[in-house]
């Protein structure tokens, strides 16, 4: 028996390979593996076989079995396969799924970027800071009182007492100022944290562009001038803006700076909630204790800085009405944005 084992395991291995067609395969298969193959009916006669060499003789014939159903599978393939080019089953002349095109930056990126690009023309660099931050440059040097209920677990992520995930981009000014010596004009962007439930206008993420401009009399009227060369600049239109006294602890004075409504120029509207103002950064001039922390000499420089939302700047210019929009990267959304800027 062992015998004729080994001469199918050869000539079946060749009549499979030399089929030609899918219904040649058929055909084989019916003949060595079928109810009455040759595979089939060894396997019936191994109860002739001598009990020793039973077990041995099934073990082989059962190998057998595999290893012509496998060849069977796979000279299948080859046979479709060739069937595929020859046919008509790929038509090529058919219109495929349109592509959806090249890949490019996101909304925030480009406004970002455009925000950046306008405080370049005013003459600011740009510099950069951790968001992994320590919680002596995002509070303590700015300025915050240890009791300041900013630094309160509910909104400020932190990852150790002493380290938390920045909540603004102001820490990025003593940063900089610890090893620049005025004068000096730049802008820090970047994301920062705050550990807020998400909602139409609040994101636990979002991203900020500071500002900070230090020099030797440096005033409140520069300050103004420039944020008025901005909105000028980005939302293109000759909105006024105007300063609301606001408290921040690492400036003074502060203020809120607000924008006439972009929607109704000042009548009152839903964007506006009836104000005809947008309230679109926190400003200020440089609390001396900031410039004390940074090592700056004691009232030789003056200075003013700002902080404004990217998420907020490009809701503004685009009415956009919720910020999770600009987060779930839906690309129907975010098509429409497609070199806006
Ligand atoms: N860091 C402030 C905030 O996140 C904004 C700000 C920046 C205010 C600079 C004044 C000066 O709300």
């Known amino acids: 028996m062992k015998e004729t084992i080994d001469r199918l395991r050869i000539d079946g291995a060749e009549r499979i390979g030399s089929a030609t067609t899918e219904a040649d395969l058929e055909a084989l298969r019916t003949a060595l593996l079928g109810r009455k193959g040759e595979v089939t009916l060894l396997l019936r006669g191994l109860k002739d076989v001598a009990e020793a060499d039973r077990p041995k003789m099934g073990a082989e014939l059962n190998r057998l079995k595999g290893e012509l159903g496998a060849l069977l599978e796979a000279r299948l393939v080859e046979l479709g396969g060739t069937e595929v080019m020859d046919g008509p089953a790929l038509d090529l002349t058919l219109p495929g799924t349109p592509p959806t095109g090249p890949g490019t930056n996101h909304l925030l990126l480009t406004t970002l970027e455009a925000v950046c690009d306008i405080f370049y023309g005013l003459g600011f660099s740009r510099g950069v800071g951790p968001e992994v931050e320590l919680d002596y440059y995002n509070f303590t040097a700015l300025n915050f009182p240890d009791d300041h209920p900013a630094r309160d677990i509910q909104d400020t992520f932190y990852i150790n007492p002493k380290v938390c995930l920045r909540t603004q981009t102001s820490p990025v000014q003593v940063r900089t100022m610890e090893i620049t010596e005025p004068p000096l004009a730049m802008i820090f962007p970047g994301r920062v944290y705050r550990n807020e439930n998400a909602d139409a206008s609040h994101s636990s993420e979002f991203y900020q562009i500071e500002g900070l401009v230090v020099g030797e009399a440096i005033s409140m009227a520069d300050l103004k001038d420039t944020i008025d060369s901005f909105v000028r600049n980005f939302f293109g239109a000759n909105e006024p803006t105007r300063f609301r ?25 839903g964007v506006c909630g009836q104000t005809g103002w947008l309230e679109i950064m926190g400003a200020g001039m440089v609390h001396p204790n900031v410039f004390k922390a940074a090592g700056y000499e004691d009232d030789k420089y003056t200075g003013f800085a700002f902080g404004m939302g990217i998420d907020r700047i490009a809701m503004l210019k685009y009415g956009i009405g919720d910020i999770r929009l600009l987060y779930e990267n839906d690309l129907r959304f975010l098509n429409q944005f497609r070199g806006v800027l």
Request: charged share 15%; aromatic share 12%.
């Open 245 to 269: 006294p606001h408290y921040f602890p690492f400036t003074e004075p502060s203020v809120e700076v607000d924008m006439q409504c972009v929607a109704c120029h000042g009548k009152g509207c």
